[in-house]
């Protein structure tokens, strides 16, 4: 009897340290669990989730991007050549302006006694035939470019009735006009016995006038600038 009384508090004694073996176990065995499933957990596994819809308007504004400026580019590049051909097509058709034959076979003249500003002699000239030819005249240099067009005064180109012309000049290359040629006469700024026509081609850049003889002395064709 005295054994099995003996051996009773030996049981008891190896009871509590089951139950605090058992107790330590699964209070190990819980933090290790956790701490495995944290180390399952990536860096890429937290980043954000990016659809594969993101991915696509992205690629799509990209895409619209990119079509846009081609489509202004290629406007833009069209649109200089458009206006060079332009630019082209309105040189050659200027250049290739058919003038008529007075243009390159005239009468030059550079004589600076027709300008109205010459008043060093009078009547010392006139213009009429056998001294002065029909047909096409080209002034130039030092005798101006074109005829007066305002009525000058006594004396000027040394004539005593100085002319001026009474008309328009041609305004596009080829085109010819027709106009009088008026004298001044004793206070008359277009006496009209003395009226004369003459024509007027626009050689594109210069003026070539076609001039008949005067009927009188005293009466020449004047020039200006």
Known sequence: MRVS???VPVLQQFSPIRSQYSIVDERQ?????????QAWTTKASQEPFISNSSVSENQSQSCKKYVTAR?????????????????SSSDSSSSS???????????SNSDSTRLTTYT?????????SGSF????????????TR???????YGSCGVSYPTWYNGTFPSTAGSIVTGTVCVQWNGNLCYAPYITTISITNCNGYYVFYLIPMTTTGIRYCTTY
């Open 5 to 7: 009384a003996e051996a």
């Open 29 to 37: 065995v819980q933090p290790f669990q956790q701490e495995k499933y």
């Open 133 to 144: 030819t029909t047909g096409w005249y080209r002034f130039m240099n030092t005798a101006g």
């Open 97 to 107: 302006v058919s003038l008529p034959s007075q243009c390159t076979s005239y009468i």
């Open 120 to 128: 060093s002699c009078t009547n010392c000239f006139s213009d009429v």
């Open 147 to 153: 005829l007066a067009t305002t009525p000058s005064s």
């Open 71 to 87: 489509c202004i580019m290629t406007f833009l590049i069209g649109f200089i050549i458009c206006e060079a051909s332009s630019s």
